[in-house]
């Protein structure tokens, strides 16, 4: 199951590294630290690196993750890849292009790597758990050194002593694990919020979907480590959490005392100084009433559910093993707006799933004018090896293409309608950063992830202020503070 790591000499000699996790990830911080403090005394300079995430949330969690360990070694983080000593490119491979994008991205490191030859260019994440993608990089991409998977990031500080110390690429991919190591060291993002694993991979084989591939079975961290992880969060600051996994809706299935999504969010809420509740992602089919009630009763839950339909044919969703129908699907969304009224329902659509007729499309695009999301990412279906769905007949572009620009246009035109009913309502903005066009604004996140630009400066960075909403521009608002 695990391919094997031969220890590096330097590393044998000295005391001998501890077995158990994460006191081994540690010790090698400690050893990068000796490596990366060596080495910058040659230079005469700091060493510097660049964590560039592609994809989904989890990445984005993950990519903390490894800039954690990499400041704990001592590096400096910096935003030019090409100017970085150490450079890893945290991967997706949901779709064909996330994949075209991390290649394109890599060949450009080669002129890179030859002006400072002692660069390391590292690759981890989704797409190095398909093998086909590793034997690639590893024959057309000699500048790469480091690369490994899903399974084993926990290891990133032991994997990058060794890209350090060896000669040759460090390859190390596992196939599965069950183990989850708490307690690594994380660089936040951003200092007031953040993500919180509370679950990896998924069990559902959606059969377009290469994630539970790549992710591995559905498991679910312990409520005390995700509740003690939320407690320091919000001791350092953090007011708003996203908690992260792609099924939270069966969370604490497979737990030795197993515990309920709703269940989670409760203890939650308890948590002083977390202000804001966000969760990501929700499979229609295991959302319960209790959920939905306890969404109800928060103070602190976001009023935002992503929901993802992926297509709104019942005969379609069938064969996408998505366990839900269209009329499932529409008498859920009902129920959660009538008991929730002011929430934002988002969601994720595939055009062009084998097999998919004119009926099936309109399906959906009938779906997406009742519920009248509050925004979607759409998508063109994109066969992924070894799913199901890329085994069966596929619809060609010339036909998906001309039915992705019409759903486009659709979603657009519900999402600017449901924008522009809340013009004139009075609400809270979490403000994330200065407008990028005009320094005079400040950008804020609503609750229901909604944004919003009014006037305002650097020092409302972080924190929550009222806001009234005065002009709709579509997909997000102009306001003013209260
Ligand atoms: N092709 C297109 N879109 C996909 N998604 C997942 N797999 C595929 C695929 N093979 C979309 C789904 C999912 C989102 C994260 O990505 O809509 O909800
Ligand atoms: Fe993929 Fe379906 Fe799992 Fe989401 S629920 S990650 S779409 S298999």
Redesign the pocket.
Known sequence: MISSINTPDSIRRSDSAPESEPDREYYFIDACRREVSRRSEELGRPLTCCVVTFG?QMNARDSEKLLGVLKEAGYEEISREEEADFVIFNTCT??ENANERVYGRLGQLVHAKKKRPGMIIGLCGCMMQEPSEVETILSRYRHVSLIFGTHNIFKFAELLYRAMAEDRPVVDVWKDTNQIVEALPTARKYPYKSGVNIMFGCNNFCT????PYVRGRERSREPKEILREIEQLAADGVIEVMLLGQNVNSYGKGLDEPVSFADLLREVEKIDGIERIRFM?SHPKDLSDDLIAVMRDSKKICRHLHL?L?SGSTRLLHKMNRHYTKEQYLELAAKIRREIPDIAITT???VGFPGETDEDFEDTLDVVRQVRFDSA?T??????TG?P?ARMQQVPREVTQPRFDRLLALVQETAAARCAEGVGREDTALVENIDDHDSALVTGRLGNNEMVHFPGDASLIGKIVPVKLTESRGFYYMGERL
Request: a positive charge; charged letters at 15%.
């Open positions: 989904c949901v779709r377009y979907c290469i994630v992602t993802p992926q994720d659509i595939i990412f998508f063109i279906y994109s066969p992924r799913t769905a």
